[in-house]
């Protein structure tokens, strides 16, 4: 079942912050985030797993509140390069498969 | 580098058509691909789940006699759209990897395939 992605568009002035949520209805076993840019492949940013936890990648951060079944992605003092689409992957059944958001398009301007 | 390989990146036929799509891993044998298929500014829905050497599992809804796909080998899985029709249009998306929670799949560069 396919996870719910908020907010469905955000607009940044670079060194601003922004969050993205990824919600699901479902018990969730690990949560994978990738940005996606125009005509290209997504390209992977994190994994979270079961059992909540908080990673970081440069700037960008995530965390996987489980009892929530939530996972939230930030930005922290965006550059131009954050641009793009930015997907959770959720899975579910503990069998690899990812359901995906429908995704976030982030826009840095300077 | 690139980890996975796919090709062609664009394809142009005419109706009728059966098309054919490679995915290759590069740097690490998969016994499993996942294949997705994108709609502009939509998300990634996974068609179907390669697996090396037996048959592949398809999502609900999608025709397995339309997506023919086949893991011959731990490095390559293909997908061929069979008489293609104009609503096959699509951003086609393969990956490898991620056959475990904590791994990440690794996506193809995709095939933007139009159907005339």
């Known amino acids: 079942q396919q996870p719910v992605q908020s907010p469905q568009a955000v607009i940044l002035r670079e060194g601003e912050d922004a969050v993205i949520n990824c919600s699901s209805s479902k018990a969730l076993y690990s949560v994978h985030w990738y940005r996606q840019k125009h005509g290209e492949a997504p390209v992977f940013l994190m994994i979270l797993l079961k059992g909540g936890e908080q990673k970081g990648h440069e700037k960008i951060s995530a965390s996987f509140n489980e009892k929530k079944q939530q996972s939230s992605l930030y930005l922290t003092a965006s550059q131009l390069s954050y641009s793009g689409t930015y997907f959770c992957?959720?899975?579910?059944?503990?069998?690899?498969?990812?359901?995906f958001g429908a995704g976030t398009t982030v826009t840095v301007r300077a | 580098g690139a980890v996975v390989s796919q090709h062609p990146s664009r394809v142009i036929c005419k109706s009728g058509t059966s098309v054919k799509i490679e995915c290759r891993s590069l740097?690490?044998?998969?016994?499993?691909m996942f294949w997705y298929r994108q709609f502009p500014k939509q998300s990634l829905m996974l068609m179907a789940t390669s697996n090396e050497g037996s048959k592949a599992t398809y999502e609900q809804g999608v025709e397995k006699d339309k997506f023919l796909i086949n893991h011959a080998s731990l490095t390559l899985s293909t997908l061929t759209v069979t008489s293609a029709h104009p609503e096959d249009s699509s951003f086609y998306i393969c990956s490898a990897g991620g056959t475990a929670s904590n791994q990440p799949q690794h996506f193809g560069d995709g095939t933007r395939l139009s159907i005339l």
């Open positions: 740097d690490f044998q998969a016994t499993t």
């Open positions: 992957g959720t899975e579910i059944t503990n069998d690899y498969k990812l359901s």
